[in-house]
């Protein structure tokens, strides 16, 4: 038990270790007595007590480095000509293990410069007819497109992406639906001559799988499902096909509001699906505004109105944050609650 200095006959507490005494007491500059969970000064006044030993950071240091991290996002965008921090405008994370191709994520380069060519591996008698591509060919074609994915309307976290591909469990790799689009567009940016023969083959094997995506067990179907929507949508807009672009648009945008992505962060709508982190968070918030990108750019190609619901049903309402870069969701370690909500 702590000792009450207001009470007669009162002993000084002996000094604590340098860096042991709690947080509040550090503030308020009093005597901390350590005692856990709750030092006795904080006892008497009824405080939350708070020691930085506990492993993991604590809330209070949570919140004042998302604080940090908020405002100095706010001097930028007030004082763009006066920012030091670097604007990325294109994909900036770097390559995985060795084992992986390295890519260029750089979406400037990925405009003005082709993929450099590709020497395909020895491949089985009429490969493209087997539903399971060859293994030796998945890595060319996921690293021909990879570089475009910042282009293509790809809103997944790309590092998390390339390992569940690398991944061995069949749970644990993409479902089938978005392997199939990522191999779509994949034949379609290689360099490869002899890749143009077998397009129309993976495009109706990429259309059908989509098409019974939600039907599938894998534990991330839906949002599979989403963003391989998305990428047939800007695969047809690409292609010049759009009527069926337009089509698998308002696709992704029906599986976008049925997921209650365009609700991400909202309080007065809460999503009961919550995310596990601020990464899965990330990609949900990305993943509606890619949606509604999406949506807006058909409306202009075609002159068509957006297809998003009307926002007077309480359900329908855009309740969501802006979008970020997704290496500025990685760096907020713990899941802030949305009782400290901020908007910017």
């Known amino acids: 038990m702590s000792l009450d200095e207001s009470k007669p006959g009162f002993l000084p507490l002996p000094p604590l270790q340098r860096g042991k005494a709690c947080l509040n007491c550090r503030k308020r500059k009093m005597r901390c007595d350590g005692e856990k969970p709750v030092c006795g000064p904080c006892a008497r006044r009824s405080d939350e007590c708070e020691y930085t030993d506990r492993p993991g950071p ?7 480095e998302h604080i940090a991290f908020l405002e100095n996002r706010i001097r930028d ?3 763009p000509a ?13 390559a995985q293990s060795q084992s992986q191709a390295t890519y260029n994520a750089d979406a400037s380069l990925a405009v003005t410069h082709s993929v450099p060519a ?5 491949l089985p008698d009429r490969w493209w ?3 399971e591509l060859p293994i030796q060919l998945r890595p060319i074609l996921l690293n021909s497109f990879l570089p475009y994915v910042s282009v293509t309307g790809f809103f997944l976290n790309v590092p998390r992406f390339v390992n569940s591909f690398y991944a061995t469990t069949t749970n644990s790799r993409p479902s089938p639906a978005l392997l199939s689009t990522i191999y779509l567009w994949g034949l379609k940016l290689a360099s490869v001559e002899s890749f143009a023969a077998y397009e129309s083959v993976f495009l109706s094997r990429a259309v059908q799988s989509v098409a019974g995506a939600l039907g599938a067990t894998h534990p991330h179907k839906a949002k599979h499902a989403l963003q391989a929507e998305l990428l047939l949508s800007n695969y047809f807009f690409w292609t010049g096909r759009f009527l069926e672009g337009r089509y698998h648009c308002g696709a992704a945008l029906s599986i976008a509001i049925s997921l209650g992505s365009h609700r991400t962060r909202s309080s007065q709508l809460p999503n009961p699906d919550s995310p596990t982190d601020p990464v899965e968070e990330g990609e949900r918030i990305n ?6 990108l999406n949506d807006r750019c058909w409306g202009v190609a075609m002159n068509v109105p957006s297809g998003m619901p009307d926002q007077k049903a309480p359900n329908a309402r855009i309740d969501v944050p802006w979008p970020l870069d997704m290496a500025q969701y990685e760096r907020v370690r713990v899941l802030i609650p949305l009782t400290s909500k901020i908007h910017i």
């Open 58 to 64: 604590t809330k209070t240091q949570v919140l004042e």
């Open 77 to 79: 965008l007030e004082n």
């Open 82 to 94: 006066e920012s030091s921090s670097s604007v990325f405008l294109a994909n900036p994370y770097a």
């Open 118 to 122: 590709i020497e395909l591996p020895t």
């Open 129 to 131: 007819e087997n539903e």
């Open 287 to 292: 993943a509606f505004w890619s949606v509604f």
